[in-house]
């Protein structure tokens, strides 16, 4: 780029090549702040619940779901400040309306990534082990709770199996899934934030499976 901004600055477009780098490294220095203070607010989100001391049910409370009752049925991906968040905001919204809570997740199989059968596996106990730590969470909360599981690689059509296969076997399952919300949204952070949310709130709707999207709010 020095070379032929020096060499060819006014006569082969060097001017241009300048401008357009330039512009481009920029944007690209504002995308990574953005996500530099949501990866901030997510971590001190983290901080204020994961250790907190939740309340534990009686041990002989912590059941397996019941079919036939109630079910909330939450889309997570690792035990973290947002699926905790989920959770609150799901008994702020339905009181006692839900006797059982079923989570579900997908771990993600990426080629690039994963080389070999040991390496998968230990993702997805990886994986397993988040999933149990809600369910704990969830039992010692006084609601019955299980978990779900897959791995693919593709997030969005695994969780849609998943979500036909709970719909079948319980009774009007409601299912929620979380969506970051920002104080100023614009084009820009629709682009840099994915829309699995949205897109799985319109394949579940069309299924006639209740859905709903909980709002989290970070910036």
């Not at 780029?1 to 060819?8: C, F, G, K, P, Q």
């Not at 082969?12 to 990574?32: D, K, P, S, Y």
């Not at 996500?35 to 983290?46: E, H, P, Q, S, T």
Request: proline share 4%.
């Amino acid at each position: 780029l020095a070379v032929t901004t020096v060499t060819n600055f006014l006569h082969n477009g060097g001017w241009f090549a300048l401008v357009l780098t330039g512009g481009l490294v920029t944007i690209c220095f504002f995308i990574r702040k953005h996500y530099d203070g949501v990866k901030k607010a997510l971590m001190r989100l983290d901080e204020m619940l994961i250790n907190l001391p939740f309340p534990k049910a009686p041990v002989e409370e912590a059941k397996e779901c019941d079919p036939s009752k109630p079910t909330a049925v939450l889309m997570v991906t690792g035990y973290n400040g947002l699926g905790i968040h989920s959770i609150f905001s799901i008994r702020k919204l339905f009181k006692e309306k839900f006797r059982n809570f079923i989570f579900i997740s997908v771990g993600r199989v990426d080629s690039s990534k994963f080389k070999g059968r040991e390496e998968l596996e230990n993702h997805k106990k990886a994986t397993e082990e988040d999933l149990r730590k809600y369910v704990d969470l969830a039992r010692g909360m006084g609601y019955n709770s299980e978990y779900r599981l897959e791995m693919g690689t593709d997030v969005i059509d695994e969780i849609e199996k998943i979500c036909d296969q709970v719909a079948a076997t319980f009774t009007e399952p409601i299912f929620f899934a979380g969506k970051l919300i920002f104080a100023q949204e614009n084009p820009v952070t629709r682009v840099l934030h994915n829309q699995t949310s949205l897109e799985l709130q319109r394949r579940l709707l069309f299924k006639g499976h209740n859905t709903v999207v909980l709002p989290i709010r970070v910036l």
